[in-house]
């Protein structure tokens, strides 16, 4: 029952985010209180990612060797770096056409290598694939990037600093469930 809870979840996250570039005039004819709608869809769709996530039992489909830890923690200061730069005032946000959702891959990827089964597979594996999706449905809509003026190195620094901040928050909320260290 919990991985067709986890299923939903993610397919539930596909269709809220999705919905805007797959359907643009039923999403456009519901308005401002459409906003509303798709942000109810996507708390639901994390609650029940999380519920499915945490409730299923573990079967294991392969077994990460120990040192993909150390390459995860590597991986998840990329990833929260580039969630940030697409809000940066410096020139990172200048670097890459989709850094949210490219911060979503590194991310995705990161718990792959650290998360050999089926349930995180289902979750990280769906996750990766849908930032992947939507970078491509994206690109399609709007094939011409217009690159953002870069802003002074002062907003780059900041987000070096904003970065290891949340890395710091992210590790410690994360150590209350599974340690994200070895040992």
């Known amino acids: 029952m919990f991985f067709a809870i986890l299923i939903l979840g993610v397919a539930l996250w596909w269709a809220a985010h999705l919905f805007k570039r797959i359907a643009p005039d039923a999403r456009s004819n519901m308005g401002d209180k459409g906003r509303g709608v798709i942000a109810a869809l996507v708390g639901i769709s994390v609650l029940l990612m999380i519920v499915g996530f945490r409730g299923t039992e573990f079967i294991a489909v392969w077994y990460p060797p120990a040192w993909t830890v150390h390459l995860?923690?590597?991986?998840?200061?990329?990833?929260?770096?580039?969630?940030?730069?697409?809000?940066?005032?410096?020139?990172?946000?200048?670097?890459?056409?989709?850094?949210?959702?490219?911060?979503?891959?590194?991310?995705?990827?990161?718990?792959?290598?650290?998360?050999?089964?089926?349930?995180?597979?289902?979750?990280?594996?769906?996750?990766?694939?849908?930032?992947?999706?939507?970078?491509?449905?994206i690109n399609r809509a709007e094939p011409v990037w217009q690159r953002p003026e870069a802003g002074p190195a002062k907003g780059d620094i900041r987000l070096v600093v904003i970065t290891l901040v949340m890395f710091a928050v992210f590790t410690g909320i994360h150590s209350l469930f599974v340690s994200p260290f070895p040992g």
């Open 72 to 137: 995860n923690n590597l991986m998840m200061l990329g990833a929260i770096f580039l969630l940030g730069a697409g809000h940066s005032k410096g020139r990172a946000r200048t670097w890459f056409r989709h850094p949210m959702l490219m911060g979503i891959i590194v991310w995705t990827s990161a718990h792959l290598l650290v998360n050999g089964d089926l349930a995180a597979i289902i979750l990280f594996g769906g996750l990766g694939l849908w930032a992947l999706t939507s970078i491509a449905v």
